[in-house]
């Protein structure tokens, strides 16, 4: 299905931080010279689409009903066709409704870090925990790790168990609020058994080395990227709970009995989107929000390994983040600067 909305050569990348350059004309709100964050998305306003879809319309341009419209090619976003161009490249355009100034006080080592956590604050606000839950934050890459630290800032009651596969990452899950850390081993028995004994929960042993919980967590925020990894998430949430889907699962065959036979309740998220945060009087953008919580401090962004690389050196970059055992690197960016 993605595959569709790609066209022409492609130019990767869509988290970025960047400098205004050269501003059209006829733009009233961007300057060159200015810090800001672009939100990926083409949607409507952006292809100029008058009257935009129903999702624009509520603020969600990621999920655009016209992305194959308008006047530029089809495409979901920056880094998806040759039009705009992507972040991977020293130069790229934007709509100015896709831009969001950085706030002084906030590095650009931060504001590289926005689109993760604002994708993370979007799952987490599109269903909102109650109270006192327990949750279970499945994966430990920067988007579980946004989204272990997000929880904690939305509903500081929660109950949060977070699954890891290297002690750096329980390390940094810890500091982000974790109450539990469980090791996701080989061994998928050991790791069952553990998160069951969070919840009291009992452990359940199927054929060919599968498992399940007889109980489980409220909600589990997927964040990994394996349909294996889909299918275990799924075993370990409560009868009528709810699994979060903040990664992105490969295509796969996977079993969905969980979803059926336990009653569980999937939610589908994808980019950002103009939502409300918890305490606050008026709904803003996830990028707004996250901003804000970076420049009050709220978000502590100073114990992720951040990697940074020439573009020339893209081998090195993705060998690193290959063998984040080793490396630690919990997020690789090319610098232009």
Not at 119 to 137: G, K, Q, T
Not at 172 to 178: C, E, V
Not at 224 to 242: N, W
């Amino acid at each position: 299905m993605m595959r569709y909305y790609l066209s022409g050569g492609v130019m990767l990348g869509h988290e970025n931080v960047a400098e205004i350059v050269e501003a059209g004309p006829d733009v009233a709100t961007a300057r060159a010279g200015e810090r800001v964050v672009v939100d990926p998305p083409l949607g409507c306003l952006v292809r100029k689409i008058d009257p935009p879809c129903s999702a624009c319309r509520q603020g969600r341009p990621s999920v655009c009903e016209n992305f194959d419209l308008g006047n530029m090619p089809t495409a979901i976003g920056l880094g998806y066709n040759g039009f705009t161009g992507g972040s991977w490249s020293p130069y790229f355009i934007a709509h100015h409704s896709q831009l969001h100034p950085v706030p002084d006080g906030v590095a650009d080592e931060q504001a590289i870090l926005v689109d993760p956590l604002a994708c993370s604050l979007h799952a987490i606000l599109d269903d909102l925990p109650a109270a006192s839950e327990n949750v279970l934050v499945f994966g430990a890459g920067i988007i579980g790790l946004a989204t272990a630290a997000l929880l904690r800032v939305v509903e500081p009651s929660l109950r949060i168990a977070v699954t890891v596969k290297h002690p750096f990452q329980a390390d940094l899950a810890r500091h982000y609020g974790a109450d539990h850390l469980v090791y996701w081993k080989r061994d998928r028995q050991q790791s069952f058994r553990d998160l069951a004994s969070i919840v009291k929960a009992r452990s359940a042993t199927l054929p060919f080395g599968m498992h399940f919980l007889q109980g489980g967590f409220d909600r589990v925020y997927y964040c990994s990227g394996a349909v294996s990894a889909f299918a275990d998430a799924a075993r370990l949430v409560r009868p009528r709970g709810t699994l979060v889907l903040v990664g992105t699962p490969q295509i796969g065959i996977t079993d969905l009995t969980p979803l059926w036979l336990h009653e569980i309740k999937v939610v589908g998220t994808t980019g950002r989107a103009v939502q409300m945060l918890p305490g606050d009087r008026e709904a803003a953008h996830n990028y707004r929000h996250v901003l804000r919580l970076l420049q009050e401090g709220r978000i502590d962004t100073a114990p992720l390994k951040l990697a940074f690389y020439r573009q020339k050196d893209y081998r090195r970059a993705l060998a690193d983040l290959r063998d984040r055992r080793h490396s630690g690197v919990v997020k690789a960016a090319f610098d232009f600067r």
